[in-house]
């Protein structure tokens, strides 16, 4: 299996997996007991919580989650005020946001431009006093589009509004801006263990609980942590880290390979330039993605966002960006990193091209 859908979920690493499994055997104990054994496993989450600030900017404290939903939601129910967000935010943002419209918050969702880039001029008319919270994705999940934070985040403050960064596709990937206020990440996004996640909240914010009982994290988010996959999250951010360069590096040197490999009858969906290298959605016109598919089996891609494939709609993104029904359907998403070799990536997409190319032809 050649494994291309990284912005899906990324395969664990070894230094995550070594970092859980002494918890997982061993130290079973409650890391909110103060016994020692409660002690010795909270110390782990501690351990594991400055490594996953270590790719947070300073200034705020990180509150672990069960994963980058739960974070998204309590940073938007638990703030007050009208939401501004964007067409192609992900449906943690989108439909929280949809449900707190109502329950009567006033909600912006503002356009994205073709290459998937939030109109600046309507950002700045929509930011305005009354605002409390404005939500946009640092790297977009289905196209790896980068918005402009930095300069979102200043209008945010201008109008006296709080700035939520969704960083999960970002994290660890790409230099997180300055100027956010709540920061939303996820460990299987970095090569860390499914179900585990964060919210960064910079000093002197505060949100209401979205979960309310013991209130063990720093921020009021109650339940149990699991100190195995606080673990293994923090030794994934902590080699994300060390590796920073050397994997943007390999995913720009993946990027550029693919791009002189695909034929011409490939169009790229969305900037060219403000992305992160990582991320290919093509389209080809005609293309039927589910026969495409069922051809390669031992070719793992997208055919979008892994969190709407099998609803049989298309994507929100790319209609966001102007294409139509069809060229939607006709999309596919590559998605690579530091596993992926580039020999397997080459081939890899030879072979998709070629049964591009016989449905074509069979047409």
């Not at 947070?56 to 974070?71: H, M, Q």
């Not at 790229?268 to 093509?282: A, F, I, T």
Request: with cysteine; hydrophobic share 45%.
């Amino acid at each position: 299996m050649i494994y291309l859908d990284y912005q899906a979920t990324t395969p664990l690493a070894p230094e995550a997996l070594a970092a859980m499994l002494p918890l997982l055997e061993g130290n079973f104990a409650n890391p909110h007991s103060a016994h020692a054994p409660g002690r010795a496993a909270k110390a782990a989450v501690e351990v594991a919580r400055d490594d996953v600030a270590g790719l947070l900017p300073p200034g705020g404290t990180v509150s672990f989650t069960s994963g980058a939903t739960e974070a998204l939601n309590w940073a938007i129910k638990g703030s007050t005020g009208g939401i501004v967000t964007i067409a192609t935010e992900h449906a943690a943002v989108l439909d929280t946001v949809e449900a707190e419209r109502r329950r009567g918050r006033d909600v912006t969702v503002l356009p994205v431009g073709p290459e998937g880039l939030v109109d600046l001029a309507a950002a700045r008319e929509a930011i305005k006093p009354g605002v409390g919270l404005v939500a946009v994705m640092l790297v977009n999940n289905e196209i790896g589009v980068i918005q402009p934070i930095e300069e979102l985040a200043h209008l945010a403050h201008q109008a006296g509004a709080l700035f939520l960064c969704d960083a999960v596709q970002g994290y660890g990937r790409v230099r997180i801006p300055d100027g956010c206020d709540l920061i939303a990440v996820s460990a299987h996004k970095i090569h860390g263990p499914k179900g585990a996640g964060a919210l960064w909240i910079r000093d002197g914010v505060t949100l209401e609980p979205l979960l309310h009982g013991g209130g063990q994290e720093p921020a009021g988010r109650s339940g149990t942590l699991s100190p195995a996959l606080c673990a293994g999250f923090g030794a994934a951010a902590r080699i994300a880290k060390q590796r920073f360069g050397i994997d943007h590096a390999h995913a720009e040197q993946l990027y550029r390979a693919a791009l002189n490999r695909i034929a011409g009858d490939w169009t790229l969906n969305g900037s060219q330039e403000d992305r992160y290298p990582g991320n290919l959605n093509l389209r080809h016109d005609g293309l039927d993605v589910a026969r495409l598919m069922s051809d390669l089996r031992d070719i793992a891609f997208s055919a979008g966002s892994a969190c709407a494939s099998g609803s049989g709609r298309p994507s929100h993104v790319l209609e966001a960006i102007g294409l139509s029904t069809a060229e939607a359907r006709s999309s596919i998403r590559i998605g690579f990193g530091r596993y992926t070799s580039e020999d397997e990536l080459l081939h890899a997409i030879d072979r998709i091209v070629a049964a591009a190319r016989a449905q074509s032809r069979a047409a």
